[in-house]
């Protein structure tokens, strides 16, 4: 259970910091 929240967690941070790369 812990390895799929962390998962999640870092497909959130990839994505954050994609968008924040964009702009």
Do not use: G, P, Q
């Not at 259970?1 to 964009?22: G, K, P, R």
């Amino acid at each position: 259970m812990l390895n799929s929240i962390f998962i999640i967690f870092c497909l959130i941070a990839v994505s954050a910091f994609f968008s924040i790369s964009e702009i």
